[in-house]
């Protein structure tokens, strides 16, 4: 099986990936809080993940991977106690039961998911069935020595753990000492910690919240933290070969989860500890407070003052591809129209690649050996800790001799009938199987007929609005929107894209 190399954000250095069960591989990646639309940070983070489980499998390894749901726990604020729940103050305000929240936006995740072509995940535990886990979890850490109750929540206590593992802060890089004297003031409950640091890995339920479950300490709910340590454990043994996520989510989040499985299993979760940058919005992060934010659905219907048009899902995908997942990805609008062009140009120099056939007598010359090499380079970037944008440059060295061959400038004659072959292959692998993409008939236009065709349609529809012909009109556009094509007006005029 072919060696890689995965940077081990615990380790802070690549490193040659060895599995603990040979061909087998373990991976958890931490998934959404399912009380909210799914935003395009979390997108990138799940596409990431995609294409590493994507080309593992296509390595010969057998995944487990498991992404789990967050749906109680996770408190406001990201703090580690004394908020409300995410999920039961959205209930709360909506008037809706808990699990109505959970069950919109999880479908809604679904969705996303599936038309970003993301596999699904071999396992999606969620927190809500695995309280008994969490529990018994809780009570180990206690039996530990490292968590202690305190008026019917449980905290996990830092202190005792930097002191007897030495290993807390490692992970996110965060000097010991300033974790130790770090203070929350604006947190409840602060007075009922031994020290600030302390984090609840079992919280007492106030009167009106609307989550809770019966434990030995009180009527409460499991920390954020405590759940992934637990269906983690429970799916993938106490030790597995890779836990991923958000960079976001190294403190508190890994940082606490590695607390807790030291207090249950005396060592750390996983060998390769791997995590994503996060995406920007026109070089700033993406706030919805400053109006510099857009939702993955903006991005399909060009209904955004960010965007000159839309995009579809696959140009958002391929765009995703051009920039390593440890990298920060700014998206713009100048970014994306190139993006288009070149996942448009890919998808084209893969057609005409199939459509090739070879003449039966070829030689295995210097064309053959430039091509057999480009090829090998693509694995071997795409092996150095998922390098896509790497091998999106030898696939498109590797679409400029494809046109070459096509149009006569290079001879089909120079080039192996192996050689043609593992080149077709070689595409069909990493465009359909790694990197995940799909072919669609016209990716936001660029259809000469279809182009065309719809700026006639658009002029009808317009003279018709002149006209005041509304029954036209509206004719025009409820048929459009049966074949799901978005139109989009403004000063300018009006715009088309598919949906």
Same mark, same amino acid.
């Given at each position: *099986?072919?060696?890689?190399?995965?940077? $081990?954000?615990? &380790?802070? /250095?690549?490193?040659?990936?060895?599995?603990?069960?040979?061909?087998?591989?373990?991976?958890?990646?931490?998934?959404?809080?399912?009380?909210?639309?799914?935003?395009?940070?979390?997108?990138?983070?799940?596409?990431?993940?995609?294409?590493?489980?994507?080309?593992?499998?296509?390595?010969?390894? #057998?995944?487990?991977?498991?992404?789990?749901?967050?749906?109680?726990?996770?408190?406001?604020?990201?703090?580690?106690?004394?908020?409300?729940?995410?999920?039961?103050?959205?209930?709360?305000?909506?008037?809706?039961?808990?699990?109505?929240?959970?069950?919109?936006?999880?479908?809604?995740?679904?969705?996303?998911?599936?038309?970003? $072509?993301?596999?699904?995940?071999?396992?999606?535990?969620?927190?809500?069935?695995?309280?008994?886990?969490?529990?018994?979890?809780?009570?180990?850490?206690?039996?530990?020595?490292?968590?202690?109750?305190?008026?019917?929540?449980?905290?996990?206590?830092?202190?005792?753990?930097?002191?007897?593992?030495?290993?807390?802060?490692?992970?996110?890089?965060?000097?010991?000492?300033?974790?130790?004297?770090?203070?929350?003031?604006?947190?409840?409950?602060?007075?009922?910690?031994?020290?600030?640091?302390?984090?609840?890995?079992?919280?007492?339920?106030?009167?009106?919240?609307?989550?809770?479950?019966?434990?030995?300490?009180?009527?409460?709910?499991?920390?954020?933290?405590?759940?992934?340590?637990?269906?983690?454990?429970?799916?993938?043994?106490?030790?597995?070969?890779?836990?991923?996520?958000?960079?976001?989510?190294?403190?508190?989040?890994?940082?606490?989860?590695?607390?807790?499985?030291?207090?249950?299993?005396?060592?750390?979760?996983? $060998?390769?500890? *791997?995590?994503?940058? *996060?995406?920007?919005?026109?070089?700033?992060?993406?706030? #919805?407070?400053?109006?510099?934010?857009?939702?993955?659905?903006?991005?399909? +219907?060009?209904?955004?003052?960010?965007?000159? /048009?839309?995009?579809?899902?696959? %140009?958002?995908?391929?765009?995703?591809?051009?920039?390593?997942?440890? &990298? +920060?990805?700014?998206?713009?609008?100048?970014?994306?129209?190139?993006?288009?062009?070149?996942?448009?140009?890919?998808?084209?120099?893969?057609?005409?690649?199939?459509?090739?056939?070879?003449?039966?007598?070829? #030689?295995?010359?210097?064309?053959?050996?430039?091509?057999? &090499?480009?090829?090998?380079?693509?694995?071997?970037?795409?092996?150095?800790?998922?390098?896509?944008?790497?091998?999106?440059?030898?696939? !498109?060295?590797?679409? +400029?001799?494809?046109?070459?061959?096509?149009?006569?400038?290079?001879?089909?004659?120079?080039?192996?009938?192996?050689?043609?072959?593992?080149?077709?292959?070689?595409?069909?692998?990493?465009?359909?199987?790694?990197?995940?993409?799909? +072919?669609?008939? !016209?990716?936001?236009?660029?259809?000469?007929?279809?182009?065309?065709?719809?700026?006639?349609?658009?002029?009808?529809?317009?003279?018709?609005?002149? $006209?005041?012909?509304?029954?036209?009109?509206?004719?025009?556009?409820?048929?459009? #929107?049966?074949?799901?094509? %978005?139109?989009?007006?403004?000063?300018?005029?009006?715009?088309?894209?598919?949906?």
């Amino acid at each position: *099986m072919k060696e890689i190399q995965i940077y $081990n954000s615990y &380790s802070g /250095k690549k490193e040659i990936f060895k599995p603990i069960h040979e061909g087998r591989v373990g991976m958890y990646v931490c998934g959404p809080t399912v009380y909210s639309d799914v935003h395009l940070g979390n997108c990138r983070t799940f596409v990431g993940f995609d294409i590493i489980y994507r080309y593992l499998q296509h390595l010969g390894y #057998k995944v487990r991977y498991v992404r789990n749901i967050t749906d109680v726990g996770h408190l406001e604020g990201d703090a580690d106690t004394g908020r409300e729940d995410k999920i039961s103050k959205k209930a709360r305000l909506e008037q809706l039961e808990p699990m109505e929240i959970v069950q919109q936006y999880m479908n809604g995740f679904h969705e996303m998911m599936k038309i970003f $072509n993301v596999l699904p995940p071999n396992i999606e535990p969620r927190a809500t069935g695995h309280i008994i886990e969490q529990i018994e979890m809780v009570q180990a850490i206690i039996d530990n020595g490292l968590a202690y109750e305190q008026n019917g929540s449980v905290y996990f206590d830092t202190l005792k753990f930097a002191e007897k593992y030495g290993v807390y802060g490692k992970l996110s890089g965060r000097k010991i000492e300033d974790l130790l004297t770090e203070t929350r003031d604006n947190l409840k409950n602060q007075d009922e910690k031994r020290h600030p640091s302390d984090f609840a890995i079992w919280i007492k339920a106030a009167p009106e919240h609307l989550m809770r479950w019966q434990a030995p300490w009180s009527v409460g709910f499991p920390g954020w933290h405590l759940e992934c340590s637990a269906m983690s454990t429970k799916y993938l043994g106490e030790k597995f070969d890779i836990h991923g996520g958000g960079g976001d989510l190294k403190f508190p989040h890994h940082e606490n989860e590695i607390a807790q499985n030291y207090g249950v299993c005396g060592h750390a979760p996983c $060998n390769y500890w *791997m995590h994503g940058n *996060m995406l920007l919005l026109e070089g700033k992060k993406m706030s #919805k407070s400053d109006g510099n934010s857009i939702m993955p659905g903006e991005l399909f +219907t060009g209904q955004s003052k960010h965007l000159t /048009k839309a995009y579809s899902p696959m %140009v958002v995908r391929f765009f995703m591809l051009q920039t390593h997942y440890r &990298s +920060t990805l700014d998206m713009t609008d100048d970014a994306l129209q190139a993006a288009e062009k070149g996942y448009r140009r890919l998808m084209e120099g893969q057609k005409v690649l199939q459509e090739l056939s070879h003449p039966g007598n070829g #030689k295995a010359g210097d064309l053959d050996k430039e091509i057999n &090499s480009l090829i090998d380079l693509a694995f071997n970037d795409m092996s150095d800790d998922f390098n896509t944008p790497k091998a999106l440059a030898s696939l !498109f060295e590797l679409v +400029t001799k494809i046109n070459s061959l096509k149009g006569g400038q290079l001879s089909l004659g120079d080039v192996t009938a192996e050689t043609l072959e593992r080149l077709k292959q070689t595409f069909n692998d990493f465009i359909f199987d790694i990197f995940g993409l799909l +072919t669609e008939d !016209f990716a936001s236009s660029g259809d000469g007929v279809v182009d065309g065709l719809m700026n006639l349609i658009l002029e009808m529809r317009q003279t018709a609005r002149t $006209n005041k012909d509304w029954g036209t009109s509206d004719k025009i556009r409820d048929v459009l #929107k049966e074949l799901d094509i %978005v139109v989009k007006d403004s000063k300018e005029g009006a715009t088309w894209s598919k949906a």
